[in-house]
């Protein structure tokens, strides 16, 4: 079946350090790829997406995801994390169905 | 309006009562889905619609759940005769088009209706 997997719940990190979400995939054809964040009481946005072209995707607020086709991976990453970053956040994949498919979700904690 | 709208925000009903949940789309966008959410768990896709035409229903966990968009704009989730497991956020999304093939598009979700069966 075709999926993507967050392998951790929780990431913990200080603030000013790298960041990293990880996201692996399991998807047959051309892996379309997707970072979402959902605040606290608030819907899903959308942050980047990988569809093709170069490996290294930048999106919204500084974050950016590395697409690496031999790891089957599409982690999300930012330089320096801020206590506003601290969210729950979502990789996702489409496929010839046309929608969306999540993972569980990575709840990431800024610490101050 | 400006985003994805949906109502209620917060629905408690008992078990065996029938719910809908609207769905206004931010104006203009041609595809609408719903999906549910669990607590502590990802979006789960239960239908999605391209205009006024249900393209997918796959995801419709079964047949006490429908959804329509009469007049390709505003949708209604409808759960008839609800069941506790049924607890859960409903989050609707639109985008402006998704054409053949995968989907490459961005989502814009609403803020949800979070449903309670006691």
């Known amino acids: 079946a075709q999926s993507v997997a967050q392998p951790e719940d929780q990431v913990n990190v200080a603030e000013g350090n790298p960041l990293t979400v990880k996201c692996t995939y399991s998807?047959?054809?051309?892996?379309?790829l997707f970072w979402y964040v959902q605040y606290p009481n608030r819907g899903l946005q959308f942050l980047l997406k990988?569809?093709?072209?170069?490996?290294l995707v930048k999106g919204s607020y500084g974050f950016e995801a590395e697409f690496n086709k031999s790891q089957t991976s599409f982690h999300l990453k930012k330089p320096s994390a801020l206590v506003s970053d601290s969210a729950l956040y979502f990789c996702?994949?489409?496929?010839?169905?046309?929608?969306?498919?999540f993972g569980s979700g990575t709840q990431l904690t800024v610490l101050p | 309006g400006a985003g994805v709208s949906q109502s209620p925000r917060y629905k408690v009903t008992k078990r065996g009562q029938d719910v809908a949940l609207r769905c206004d789309p931010i104006?203009?966008?041609?595809?609408l889905y719903w999906y549910r959410q669990a607590l502590g768990q990802g979006p789960e896709f239960l239908t999605y619609?391209?205009?006024?035409?249900?393209?997918?229903k796959s995801g419709l966990p079964n047949d006490r759940f429908s959804a329509e968009r009469p007049e390709g704009s505003i949708s209604t989730l409808t759960i008839q005769r609800t069941e506790q497991r049924d607890s859960a956020m409903y989050r609707c999304?639109?985008?402006?088009?998704?054409?053949?093939?995968?989907?490459?598009?961005?989502?814009?979700f609403g803020e949800g209706s979070r449903l309670t069966v006691l």
């Open positions: 619609f391209n205009y006024e035409a249900q393209q997918d």
């Open positions: 996702a994949h489409s496929g010839s169905a046309r929608q969306l498919t």
């Open positions: 104006s203009g966008h041609v595809s």
């Open positions: 998807v047959s054809g051309n892996p379309y």
């Open positions: 999304a639109s985008s402006l088009a998704t054409s053949g093939g995968a989907y490459t598009g961005e989502l814009f």
């Open positions: 990988y569809i093709t072209g170069d490996n």
